[in-house]
């Protein structure tokens, strides 16, 4: 099973830009695709966006997609998740996680459509 470490969370200014990772374990990273998700309090957790594992396919929620990149370096067994332009409302738990096959648009945005996830990393934005 793929091991996940998020990192890169932290306080930050309303307005800032941040880049979180995702460091996976094993020399499988290649063969999986990789999803962003994230949790605030009070909500449901959030699908954010995921890169195929070539890095040719993302997929991105409509509300994120003008303020986020996913990217991916496979030599690095590491994802990327920048994020522009942040604001309060972004403050939450980053989770990132994983599956072996790429699907359609609706599988892909549903949380247990995913295998394993890390332990997130927390982004808090003031105002």
């Known amino acids: 099973q793929v091991q996940l470490v998020e990192s890169g969370g932290g306080l930050v200014q309303g307005g800032d830009s941040l880049t979180l990772s995702c460091a996976a374990s094993?020399?499988?990273?290649?063969?999986?695709?990789m999803g962003w998700f994230r949790h605030a309090p009070g909500k449901e957790r959030q699908f954010i966006g995921s890169?195929?594992?070539?890095?040719?396919?993302?997929l991105y929620t409509d509300s994120l997609k003008c303020r986020v990149t996913i990217s991916r370096a496979t030599a690095e067994n590491t994802v990327y998740l920048q994020m522009n332009a942040l604001k309060p409302e972004d403050t939450a738990v980053y989770y990132c996680?994983?599956?072996?096959?790429?699907?359609?648009?609706?599988?892909?945005?549903?949380?247990?459509?995913?295998?394993?996830w890390g332990q997130g990393t927390q982004v808090t934005v003031s105002s």
């Open positions: 996680t994983y599956r072996r096959i790429w699907s359609t648009a609706q599988t892909m945005r549903v949380m247990d459509a995913y295998d394993s």
């Open positions: 094993g020399r499988v990273f290649s063969t999986y695709d």
């Open positions: 890169i195929s594992r070539s890095g040719a396919k993302t």
